[in-house]
Each structure stands twice: as structure tokens, then as C-alpha cells.
Nanobody
């Protein structure tokens, strides 16, 4: 069973920052490739950032490049999404995902999501 637990969402003003966390088991962390997606109001779910196969390298969507970054803590079995210079259009539910292959192309498991609202 794969369990992904997100935290860190909330309300932030434009230009502000948030850091999301996704914790999982050691087995999941070492077996699966992990990443982040988001789904804004009335929009389809989209890839935001993730690790490459074998957790080598990272990928970031063009829409957030230069503002968002993904990282991991191998001791705490946790990945993070650091979000800076937030914009109103970043408002969405953010989901942690895990994949047995490429998380960007074929996510297999999802967390419950955490709401991020960017508003003044």
C-alpha cells in the first residue's frame, strides 16, 4: 500500500512563499519516483515538478520554472515543493504523486491533496 501525506498548504498573498511537504514510507520513497501535480479551479490536473526515473535529476513545468523547486530528504522519506513568487494563477489543490515509472508521464498513486490559495 502506498500512502502519500501532503502538508503545508494555505493562504498566501501574491509574491509570497510556501513550502509543501509529502511524507511517505521508506519503502515507497526508495521504490517509486515522486513528484507534484496541481489542479486549479476548472482546470485539468497538471504536472508541476518531479524527480526523474531512479530519482535522478528533476523536472519542472515551464509555468513554474524559476519560482518553484523540488527537493527531498532521504532520512525523513519526504519530498518538498518550495514555491516562491506565488501568483494568483498558482491557486490550486496540490497533489503528491508516486510512480513505478516516470511520475511526470504515468503517476500511479496520489495523495489527498493540499489547498494553496494565492490572494490579496
Amino acid at each position: 500500500q502506498v500512502e502519500l501525506v501532503e502538508s503545508g498548504g494555505g493562504l498566501v498573498q501574491p509574491g509570497g512563499s510556501l513550502r509543501l511537504s509529502c511524507a511517505t514510507s521508506r519503502r515507497t520513497f526508495s521504490t517509486y519516483t515522486m513528484g507534484w501535480f496541481r489542479q486549479g479551479p476548472g482546470k485539468e490536473r497538471e504536472f508541476v515538478a518531479g524527480f526523474g526515473r531512479g530519482s535522478v535529476g528533476t523536472y519542472t513545468a515551464d509555468s513554474v520554472k524559476g519560482r518553484f523547486s523540488i527537493s527531498r530528504n532521504n532520512f525523513e522519506n519526504t519530498i518538498y515543493l518550495q514555491m516562491n513568487s506565488l501568483k494568483v494563477e498558482d491557486t490550486a489543490i496540490y497533489y503528491c504523486a508516486a510512480s513505478a515509472d516516470s511520475v511526470r508521464v504515468r503517476p500511479d498513486y496520489w495523495g489527498q491533496g493540499t489547498q494553496v490559495t494565492v490572494s490579496s
